[in-house]
């Protein structure tokens, strides 16, 4: 299993581009969640996904928009980016719905610099 | 806003000592998590306490769960170079299905 794969790995983008996050996940998954990471401001939840076909709004959702068509993928995209965009994306999946308790696996990150 | 307050934010030790990391909101929470991250990975889970005053051991960790389950603690005996990380706590806010992480304590152990 490859676990919860991201690509790109690296992007930098100019203010106003647009572009898509890829998120996989091999493991049955049901919940999917993408996280943004800045210095000194931990783990912020953009957007999440209960099931296929289903999206919901996290902490920090302006700017960003999200899609889950298949079980598998999850995908973040940014219409027009702009320099506060530019952070660490983390994707995370969990297998089970409703449990608290249930483990995050998450992926290895995409770093997104926006000048 | 639900959160969680780590401290200290940063902390540098020798080989061999003990540490303690807090984790502390306002708000009470069904469970906790610890994760670790370590540079250019995403974090990875450590353990989850879900009862008041729960203790669980990992190694050389030691987790707590504060009795009103508002609070958690993590002790490291003789820390060791291979704890260097970001260390994050995490919470589902009651009723929810997501998590939200505390700003997290790096750590760096000096061989």
């Known amino acids: 299993n490859a676990g919860v794969t991201q690509t790109p790995k690296f992007r930098v983008l100019k203010t106003g581009q647009s572009m898509t996050l890829l998120c996989a996940q091999d493991m049955n998954h049901e919940y999917m969640y993408w996280y943004r990471q800045d210095p000194g401001m931990g783990l912020r939840l953009i957007h999440y996904?209960?099931?296929?076909?289903?999206?919901a709004k996290g902490e920090v959702p302006d700017g960003y928009n999200v899609s889950r068509l298949k079980k598998q993928n999850f995908l973040l995209g940014l219409e027009s980016a702009a320099p506060s965009q530019t952070s660490v994306y983390f994707c995370?999946?969990?297998?089970?719905?409703?449990?608290?308790?249930?483990?995050?696996?998450f992926g290895p990150g995409t770093r997104l610099t926006v000048l | 806003t639900q959160l969680l307050e780590q401290s200290p934010q940063f902390l540098s030790i020798q080989e061999g000592e003990n540490l303690t990391v807090y984790c502390n909101s306002s708000s009470v929470f069904s469970s906790l998590q610890w994760y670790r991250q370590e540079p250019g990975e995403g974090p990875v889970l450590l353990v989850t306490v879900v009862t008041g005053g729960e203790v669980k051991k990992l190694k050389r960790l030691t987790f707590q769960f504060g009795d009103a389950r508002k609070d958690s603690s993590l002790h490291i005996t003789a820390a060791q170079p291979g704890d260097t990380g970001l260390y994050l706590c995490?919470?589902?806010?009651?009723?929810?299905?997501?998590?939200?992480f505390g700003t997290g304590t790096r750590l760096k152990v000096l061989a």
């Open positions: 996904s209960v099931g296929e076909g289903t999206t």
């Open positions: 995490a919470a589902p806010p009651p009723g929810t299905y997501k998590y939200i």
């Open positions: 995370a999946s969990s297998p089970r719905a409703g449990a608290s308790t249930d483990t995050q696996y």
